[in-house]
């Protein structure tokens, strides 16, 4: 399946995939060094623990 960046570093994910994870509204995003990895990320997430995933500082949440 192909995917495209928009100019605003955007990716649509195809339906066929998405259609996988019905209910997942957050994955974790990572990369292997050669490929973009998505990891779905239980509905526990909270924000605190988003905005640390986003680079924010909350030592408590995650290590």
Do not use: C
Not at 2 to 28: H, S
Not at 45 to 51: E, G, K, Q
């Amino acid at each position: 399946m192909l995917a495209k960046k928009t100019v605003k570093n955007q990716i649509t994910l195809p339906k066929a995939v998405v259609g996988r994870f019905a209910g997942v509204d957050y994955f974790e995003v990572s990369t292997d060094g050669t490929a973009i990895v998505l990891a779905w990320v239980s509905a526990r997430l909270n924000r605190t623990s988003l905005h640390e995933s986003r680079g924010g500082s909350n030592n408590s949440i995650r290590s």
